[in-house]
């Protein structure tokens, strides 16, 4: 069982330019979340997907976006990124009807 | 609003020298609370979860409780390998589909 995978794991982007995350869920997982965490802080969370609908969302505005596709696997897209946006993004999967979630290793994105 | 507050924010530790790190919480109703463990530049890895007052988890050298207002995880007889982040979160009941509140994190380093 491969976990939750998370790609690429580092990226440097410039401000104004727009990015892709991926993230592929652990093997019988069908809820994938996505986290932001800044340096020194606790994981912020950004939204859920389920059955391909973003069903909770955070306190992220709308330049933040995801999808997911039917394997279940899960994209982050952020757009017209400022300096504040370089953070650790980490996804998390889970499967419905348990309480734990299992974390990637992480995307970490630099904006220059 | 849930809140999460982890204490102290950081713990230095002889190789031995037991300690125990505290995660106040603040929710209307908990679901589950959870601890993780975090090394620098990598996804959290998860511990344990606790559901009620009074329940208690182990794991090799580390310790979990749980009472209606904090949780409280102990390190007995800490190794150089128990240096990470621990991260405390919580689940409400209001909250249905897994949103984590995160609390900001207790760093330990510990010395041979």
């Known amino acids: 069982d491969a976990g939750v995978t998370q790609s690429p794991t580092h990226l440097i982007k410039t401000r104004g330019q727009q990015v892709t995350l991926r993230c592929s869920p652990k093997?019988?997982?069908?809820?994938v979340s996505w986290y932001q965490q800044a340096l020194g802080q606790g994981p912020q969370f950004i939204f859920q997907y389920y059955e391909e609908e973003e069903r909770q969302r955070g306190n992220f505005p709308d330049r933040f976006s995801g999808h997911q596709f039917p394997n279940y696997s899960s994209e982050l897209n952020v757009n017209a990124l400022l300096l504040g946006d370089s953070a650790l993004y980490l996804c998390?999967?889970?499967?419905?009807?348990?309480?734990?979630?299992?974390f990637g290793q992480g995307t970490r994105l630099t904006v220059v | 609003e849930d809140q999460v507050t982890q204490s102290p924010e950081a713990l230095r530790l002889q190789e031995g020298e037991s300690s125990s790190l505290n995660c106040s919480y603040t929710v209307s109703g908990l679901r589950g609370l959870f601890w993780y463990r975090q090394d620098p530049g990598k996804g959290p890895e998860f511990l344990f979860t606790l559901y009620s007052a009074g329940e208690e988890k182990e794991k090799e050298r580390l310790k979990a409780t749980l009472t209606k207002k904090e949780s409280f995880l102990h390190i007995t007889a800490p190794k150089p390998e128990d240096s990470a982040t621990y991260l405390c979160a919580v689940r409400a009941t209001t909250d249905s589909w897994g949103k984590f509140q995160f609390g900001a994190g207790t760093q330990v380093v510990v010395t041979p």
């Open positions: 998390a999967s889970s499967s419905t009807g348990n309480t734990e979630a299992f």
């Open positions: 093997s019988g997982h069908d809820t």
